[in-house]
């Protein structure tokens, strides 16, 4: 009778345990009801896929509570597949593997879990396809990275991978590069990370990781949809709270930072950003508000920026073991202990040239010498001796011609091939006239005349024929410069002019400067009148030689100040960091324009971080050495103002509209050049082309339908939000152009590459070059003209001692110091850089058309590397060839680490 029992019951219960097991492995949500020979029939559970990537659960797949019973095709019962993973994770000081506690984390077996995410959604049911988790070992570790590995199993029906979730284990972040699974039918998968990963103890939430494959939204697999979506919801935050170190969040402020008002009034600066001064917005640190000013947020020793974002210890230990953090913040201090009076000038020339010949003796060597460590390429230590020496390098351009600053062809040539060639521009009008109101600044005529212009050009042609054959050109810093004359000069230590420098295109196609016009606006407070003069180069007096030097230091001055805070610091740092806000709040890691972006944003938030505590701060470097001194950026708000337009960013439009160029459909780049030897231009629109082209192939391709790029809402927000909210100052005006069209698209992205490459090294790293020696490009002219309401006193002392004069109008030491020692660490590749069509993005790679169009770019950028030698070497380009001139290489994409005048990073990252 058992038996007959056991007989009946035992298949009963095999069948039913079979069904269990089952249900198991086709699905873990599922349970299987009843088999035929073509289909399995399961009712759904629907909880969800554990662990969850996501903090809150959202309305997740559509049949997601209630039971549900659908029919599933046999065709999923195919074998499962052995796959392995290898994560490999960088070994850094700072973060992972600095602590034993990882050590023992990986001895006990916590390391990393990985959680493979299915990219497509059950075929019938809708649901997420359950994760495949697995937990790796630690098994191996060499040249700096640490390799970690599992096997896992993938049945046939979970398709194909669309991300990993890392979950950390250790004690510590760490630094993820990359993940590859191996043994899928159609070969390995990778996923790249480059990203920290925060331990899973103190970040509640995994990390996400897509596969190197980019999607368009409207594109994306139907099991990633979620994951893209609420990964860029976490990246955007709720606009809450203070930012911490390691948080990831990306989000919007203006500049309410720059002042101290609670160490001192007088360094209470105004908001940057906003209708009184308009400026981009930089990233939300979300730190208190000052005591003295509820509209300025407090400082504090660490500036927040996103996570990975910040400077990788390779870049930090970059240049000979000193950090461009550590200069930036210590260099003020480290000066003030060898000069000791801020304000001395020097006592002759020959004091300026002892900084490179002789040095300077520093103050005892301690134990923590600043100076060593700070700027070791400038310091000499001196062998038996307990002093050390600074010696500045002698730049290349002094290198090659020690009077090469007193030349007045150097002046013409420097605004075509120097560091700020992106000022000069045609003379349109005849005569010049100012368009500020004259009831506030006086007369609005020039008192350039055209007699004056035709007693420099004399045997050229007249000015009316100079004019009419685009010959006359000018750097205009006068309705710029006038409004803050009054202002400035009611600082000790520093005076300012509005002024003009004109130039006439000599037929051998080189600048020759004809005059300068320094102009003093009204003044209320002590009745004085508009004071105004033009200085000439002379021939046959003394004299009017050295007040044409001293005008030359004051429009050298000027351009220098408008070079760093405006094409410099404005129109590159500052102008970036929204496009790099808005890239990570609105367009998914997976998406093919954040990928194409990428590199273009590497270490920029950084390094404006960094300029935002020691370099544009109250009492930061700028303050103390440029002409404008405490208002200095609110010069540079001016411009962003009244002159800053998105689509003048490309180069091309920015020398139509400085009258450099005209559109010439049969000229090579379309257009034809008003200075056929404008290095920078000439130079710059091969440069141009090439990531045109390239950004063109780019676009074309995840574009392939027009219409694609009006749907793409995550490309719609992304510009809205750059237009809107990023340069919000500026979301009235008319001339953003629309982004309907992919070529719309490769404008706007061209644009914004060009300016985070090519622009920023056009004018950064040949800073130390021009203004190493800081007589060519002085940062500060202090002292007024002589023959501005001059005493007697004044005037005898200015025709005994004009040298003196000269001196004392130059930066002090100290100034000098500084920004020398800034200027020679600016100018610095690291030697992690990465160059413009020398690295390809990992994602770029796994797409054989986007694989094959770099290749091109990289071509193009070598080439432009041939084309650019041959250039200076063609003795008839008298601005980039020549006695004594240095080359023009700054747009030279390729360099090796170290200060070499040339080299295109992708990014603008010091
Ligand atoms: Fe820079």
């Known amino acids: 009778m058992i038996s007959l029992i056991l007989w009946v019951l035992l298949p009963a219960a095999f069948a039913l345990l079979f069904r269990n097991f089952r249900s198991l492995f086709l699905e873990r949500n599922t349970t299987v009801l009843e088999n035929n020979n073509n289909s399995a029939t399961i009712m759904l559970t629907a909880s969800p896929p554990s662990p969850s990537f996501s903090v809150a659960t959202p309305g997740r797949m559509s049949a997601s509570t209630a039971a549900t019973t659908v029919v599933v095709p046999v065709a999923e019962k195919k074998k499962a597949v052995k796959v392995k993973a290898v994560v490999t994770v960088k070994e850094t000081t700072g973060g992972f593997l600095g602590i034993g506690m990882d050590d023992i984390s990986d001895f006990i077996g916590k390391a990393l879990k990985l959680h493979l995410v299915s990219a497509q959604l059950h075929l019938e049911t809708g649901l997420e396809k359950p994760l495949i988790k697995s937990r790796t070992k630690k098994v191996s570790e060499k040249n700096g990275e640490v390799k970690y590995a599992t096997e896992l199993e993938v049945p046939a029906d979970f398709g194909e991978v669309g991300a990993v979730i890392v979950e950390n284990e250790h004690y510590n972040e760490l630094f993820l590069i990359d993940i590859v699974l191996d043994g899928f039918e159609n070969g390995p998968v990778k996923v790249i990370c480059d990203s920290w990963v925060h331990p899973r103890s103190k970040d509640s939430k995994n990390r996400v990781f897509f596969t190197a494959k980019s999607y368009l939204p409207s594109e994306t697999p139907n099991g990633l949809t979620r994951y893209r979506a609420e990964e860029l919801s976490l990246l955007r935050g709720n606009g809450e709270g203070e930012r911490q170190q390691g948080d990831r969040i990306y989000d919007y402020d203006v500049y309410n930072d720059l002042g101290k008002p609670d160490n001192n009034p007088d360094l209470a600066r105004p908001v940057l950003g906003g209708k009184e001064h308009p400026y981009p917005r930089r990233v939300r640190t979300g730190r208190p508000r000052t005591e003295t000013d509820p509209s300025s947020e407090t400082g504090s020793s660490n500036f927040y920026v996103p996570r990975d974002e910040e400077f990788s210890q390779l870049k930090q230990s970059g240049f000979s073991a000193t ?68 010696q500045f390098v002698v730049p290349d351009s002094m290198k090659r011609d020690r009077f090469f600053w007193l030349k007045d062809e150097q002046f013409g040539r420097q605004t075509l091939a120097g560091v700020n060639p992106c000022s000069i521009e045609l003379v349109k009008e005849w005569p010049l006239k100012s368009k500020l109101d004259p009831e506030i600044y006086g007369p609005a005529e020039s008192a350039i005349t055209t007699k004056i212009v035709e ?12 004019m009419d054959r685009k010959k006359l050109f000018m750097l205009d810093y006068h309705d710029l410069l006038l409004p803050f004359v009054g202002l400035v000069r009611q600082q000790e230590g520093t005076t300012l002019y509005g002024s003009r420098a004109l130039f006439f295109l000599t037929p051998v196609g080189t600048l020759k400067p004809v005059a300068i016009e320094l102009v003093r606006p009204p003044s209320k407070e002590d009745g004085k009148p508009q004071w105004k003069r033009v200085f000439t180069p002379a021939n046959c007096s003394a004299t009017e030689e050295w007040l044409w030097k001293l005008a030359k230091a004051h429009v050298l001055a000027h351009d220098s100040g408008y070079h760093e805070l405006v094409s410099h610091f404005l129109r590159t740092h500052a102008c970036l960091e929204p496009y790099i806000i808005a890239t990570n709040r609105q367009l998914s890691a997976m998406h093919p324009i954040h990928r194409l972006l990428h590199p273009h944003f590497r270490y920029t938030m950084e390094i404006n971080s960094l300029a935002r505590q020691a370099l544009i701060s109250a009492g930061g470097i700028i303050e103390l050495a440029f002409s404008p001194l405490k208002h200095a950026m609110q010069l540079g708000s001016a411009v962003y103002d009244q002159r800053w337009r998105f689509d003048y960013e490309a180069l091309p439009k920015d020398l139509i509209r400085r009258g450099m160029a005209v559109e010439d459909p049969s000229a090579p780049h379309g257009l034809k050049l008003t200075i056929e030897d404008y290095p920078y231009a000439s130079d710059g629109l091969i440069l141009w082309d090439g990531l045109h082209q390239w950004v063109s192939d780019y676009v074309n391709h995840y574009y392939p339908d027009p219409s694609l790029v009006s749907s793409d809402v995550e490309l719609q927000s992304w510009w809205t939000e750059i237009r809107t909210v990023g340069h919000g100052d500026k979301k009235d005006e008319p001339w953003w152009p629309s982004l309907a069209t992919p070529s719309d698209l490769i404008e706007i992205v061209t644009t914004i590459a060009w300016t985070a490459s090519a622009q920023h090294a056009a004018v950064n790293f040949g800073q130390y070059a021009y203004g190493g020696y800081f007589p060519n490009r002085p940062s500060i002219a202090r002292t007024n003209m002589p023959t501005e309401d001059p005493t007697d006193e004044a005037w005898k002392q200015f025709i005994d001692t004009p040298e003196k004069v000269l001196l004392e109008m130059f930066p002090s030491q100290f100034q000098a110091a500084v920004v020398m020692a800034i200027l020679d660490v600016l100018s610095n590749h690291s030697v992690d850089e990465e160059y413009i069509g020398q690295v390809m993005e990992p994602a770029w790679g796994h797409d054989a058309v986007i694989r094959a169009a770099f290749e091109r770019f990289h071509g193009r950028m070598k080439a432009l590397e041939v084309v650019i030698d041959a250039r200076n070497a063609n003795e008839k380009l008298r601005n980039r060839n020549g006695a004594g001139v240095l080359p023009y290489e700054l747009l030279k994409p390729f360099s090796e680490p170290g200060v070499t005048g040339k080299g295109v990073p992708y990014s603008t990252s010091i």
Do not use: C
Not at 328 to 333: D, E, Q
Not at 353 to 381: E, F
Not at 455 to 466: K, N
């Open 323 to 390: 950090t461009t953090a550590a200069v930036l913040r210590a260099v003020v201090p480290a000066a003030e202990t060898i000069f000791i009076d801020r304000n001395l000038g020097f006592p002759h020339l020959t004091a300026v040239d002892s900084m490179y010949d002789q040095g300077i003796n520093l103050p005892p060597r301690t134990k923590d010498s600043p100076w060593t460590d700070i700027i070791p390429r400038l310091v000499r230590t001196v062998v038996d001796s307990a002093d050390d020496i600074l």
């Open 455 to 466: 007693q420099q050009i004399r045997g050229f042609m007249t000015l009316a024929e100079a």
